[in-house]
């Protein structure tokens, strides 16, 4: 039995890795001795991390020059060129019993006039498995916001394929977005699904070999950030929003050092694979923002050589008694170490699964974030730790449950 899964994104964003392992662990828990081969925007670098594991990786259909921040024009040149890898890709999807879209958020657009070539990417590869007349699941997306009319189309045709089977949606922003494109009778295929990070492997986590030591007083904030240009505002008005933001981070942290005699351990998550998916810029950034008001054994840029994996991340964050993500997936990460945190969303994937996990006062939106806010939840967590570890785990428990439950009823049918 083979399955081919599209559209995963990259390992050097560990979020993007971490729903792919959810994935891998979903179907090998159910459907054992299964042949898992997904398509990747960095290859080259995925395979040493998933090639192990089992897993074929293979390119994407079609190139995005986003792909290649170094070598833009020659590196797309190569790839569409290259027949032999498309023809792989070509033979893998009619070699396949089921055809999976890989969870994230890719369909959407903030572009007013056209789609980028990312989106055209992604939307290549079901168009190209429901032409092999392959039936097509989607793992829970998010879908959105949308600033073209041509997205919405392209996104809603595709969807409204009869090879489309189903298609999750990991929030309730994103299944109401796709309610008002779709046709009435296309919405029975929409569902909410929990996002696919939740169900990487317990026993993988544990057999993870983790001797990091992080000496620093305790309590500890752990903090990711991620670069921002507030995409549906102006350039000049976007720019004043990033400052505020980062501004907002540094008072937090200081305030946090001042009242709680605290540390704080600032992660760059993501690497890539554009300059813009770079997280440590602006962790530098911040940390550099830091350096003169909080004393050094007190402060800590974790400086990795090498993009972190999710069961490093999650084994670093449990070392953490509270957390800050602007990252999403890093508030998963430290959801599935039983360590309290507050998310900072950029997009309407964070509100939405914050709202599904009845945490959505642990949200708060990158244009409204305030260090009396953050402090306040802060002050809330640190006094009533045990209480709120005992509610994540129990929340985990069901989570996962409820994420298996709603995926089995739907895949069992093609792959049993």
């Known amino acids: 039995m083979k399955v081919t899964i599209l559209n995963a994104h990259s390992t050097l964003n560990p979020g993007d890795t971490g729903i792919v392992l959810g994935q891998i662990s979903f179907l090998r828990k159910y459907f054992p001795g299964i042949a ?28 995005a020059p986003s792909n290649f921040p170094d070598r833009k024009v020659r590196g797309f040149i190569k790839n569409l060129l290259n027949l032999r890898a498309k ?13 999976f879209l890989s969870g994230g958020g890719y369909f959407y657009s903030y572009r007013r006039s056209f789609p980028g070539p990312t989106f055209f990417q992604d939307l290549v590869s079901p168009i190209l498995a429901a032409t092999l007349r392959k039936p097509i699941v989607f793992f829970p997306q998010s879908i959105g916001p949308f600033r073209n009319p041509f997205a919405i189309l392209a996104t809603r045709k595709i969807i409204e394929s009869d090879r489309v089977r189903r298609v999750f949606l990991r929030e309730r922003v994103s299944l109401d977005n796709l309610t008002k494109i779709v046709k009435e009778k296309d919405r029975s295929k929409l569902a909410l699904c929990p996002d696919m990070a939740f169900l990487i492997e317990e ?20 903090l990711t950030l991620r670069e921002w240009t507030f995409p549906s505002y102006t350039r000049e008005k976007g720019e004043m929003m990033r400052k505020a933001y980062l501004n907002s981070l540094v008072e937090i942290a200081m305030s946090f050092y001042a009242q709680f005699k605290g540390s704080i351990l600032i992660i760059p998550q993501v690497w890539g694979p554009g300059s813009f998916e770079d997280d440590r810029p602006i962790s530098k950034e911040f940390y550099l923002g830091l350096k003169e008001k909080i004393p050094e054994e007190n402060l800590c840029l974790f400086d990795n050589d090498e993009v972190l994996s ?14 800050i ?60 730790p045990e209480e709120i570890r005992s509610s994540l785990r129990r929340n985990m428990e069901l989570i996962k449950n409820e994420t298996e439950n709603i995926l089995l009823k739907e895949v069992v049918q093609f792959l049993s």
């Open 203 to 222: 026993a993988a986590l544990k057999e993870f070999n983790f001797r990091e030591e992080i000496a620093l007083p305790k309590p500890l904030l752990g």
């Open 310 to 323: 999710p069961y490093y991340l999650i084994k670093l964050f449990s070392m953490c008694d509270i957390f």
């Open 87 to 99: 023809v792989e890709v070509f033979r893998t999807l009619l070699e396949s019993t089921l055809v």
């Open 325 to 384: 993500g602007t990252r999403f997936h890093s508030c998963i990460f430290a959801f599935l170490a039983g360590v309290p945190f507050i998310s900072i969303g950029y997009q309407h994937k964070s509100s939405g699964i914050m709202e599904m996990l009845g945490l959505g006062r642990f949200s708060l939106d990158i244009s409204e974030v305030s260090k009396e806010m953050v402090i306040s939840l802060i002050e809330e967590i640190l006094n009533h």
């Open 36 to 63: 898992i081969s997904i398509t990747s925007r960095t290859p080259e670098i995925d395979r040493s991390f998933y090639e192990p594991l089992g897993i074929r990786v293979l390119e994407p259909f079609l190139p």
